[in-house]
């Protein structure tokens, strides 16, 4: 066993090589949250603390492709931390890009709507961004519904966001809503024969992920729906997989509405900003 907590995480680095490409972030991440302090500070003054009781736990939960964020229950996302469950997915960094497209195209919202809540993100970094605009959001998992909630009190948002069980699957599903300056969607976008990393199969909601044979169930629903939820020049920002441009776009035209396509770190197409006026040239 490790005498000390830089000894520990040379040794669960190496562990976690085979089965985790951030191996040593992972151990660093899980070793704070063990220890109850954050990654800096750990780095800063315990590298001769003895190692905490529950580390090698949290390491043998890792090993078996259980993502970081569900072990600690928190990820970050656009600055904010979020509280994470198994009920909702793991906000990615590439869904930054949705916020900030968001943000450029209507710096002046005053109503959003969240299709699809999850952990609340999408929805909670915008509205912490724009402290004029009032939120809907909604979610048909109670377990992902109870996450966003959560977060909302965590952030101070509860008061502008209003979190509600809704389903788009449903009939009349946007009676009552009214009409957004901005929407905001990453609903579920995968094929449903894709293969996945054990950590996102295993781990992750399968209701949150899978969207029919060619992954774009939720779209044709979506889609259709926008003409009557946007207000004059409002937006929808809606996440995409990286080979859907073009169907989702043409669904979009289908309704008449305008794609404007935006990339994400990686250089793939990530999110589609719909409107029903002409994109602009910029």
């Given at each position: 066993m490790s005498d000390t907590v830089t000894q520990a995480l040379r040794e669960a680095a190496n562990r976690l090589a085979a089965t985790s490409d951030t191996a040593r972030l992972d151990a660093e991440v899980l070793m704070a949250h063990a220890l109850g302090v954050t990654r800096s500070a750990m780095l800063l003054n315990h590298g001769r603390s003895a190692v905490p009781e529950g580390f090698a736990a949290l390491i043998e939960r890792r090993l078996r492709h259980e993502p970081v964020a569900y072990i600690t229950g928190s990820q970050e996302f656009f600055g904010l931390e979020?509280?994470?469950?198994?009920?909702?997915?793991?906000?990615?960094?590439?869904?930054?890009?949705?916020?900030?497209?968001?943000?450029?195209?209507?710096?002046?919202?005053?109503?959003?709507?969240?299709?699809?809540?999850?952990?609340?993100?999408?929805?909670?970094?915008?509205?912490?961004?724009?402290?004029?605009?009032q939120g809907i959001g909604i979610e048909r998992s109670p377990g992902a519904l109870a996450v966003a909630r959560t977060n909302a009190q965590r952030l101070n948002l509860a008061p502008r966001a209003d979190l509600r069980p809704g389903d788009w699957t449903q009939p009349d599903w946007t009676a009552g809503l009214g009409r957004f300056d901005l929407i905001l969607a990453n609903p579920p976008y995968v094929e449903d024969e894709a293969p996945l990393d054990p950590s996102v199969r295993d781990h992750e909601p399968a209701s949150a992920l899978f969207a029919g044979a060619e992954g774009l169930d939720d779209y044709r629903i979506i889609l259709p729906a926008l003409p009557t939820l946007l207000a004059p020049g409002g937006v929808a920002l809606i996440e995409i997989g990286h080979t859907q441009a073009q169907a989702v776009s043409a669904l979009a035209q289908a309704q008449g509405l305008t794609a404007r396509l935006h990339r994400d770190l990686g250089d793939r197409p990530r999110v589609l900003e719909i409107s029903s006026s002409p994109p602009s040239s910029h």
């Open positions: 979020f509280a994470v469950s198994p009920d909702v997915l793991i906000p990615r960094g590439d869904s930054e890009v949705l916020v900030e497209a968001a943000l450029a195209a209507r710096p002046d919202a005053q109503r959003v709507l969240d299709l699809g809540l999850g952990s609340g993100a999408l929805l909670l970094a915008v509205l912490h961004n724009l402290p004029e605009a």
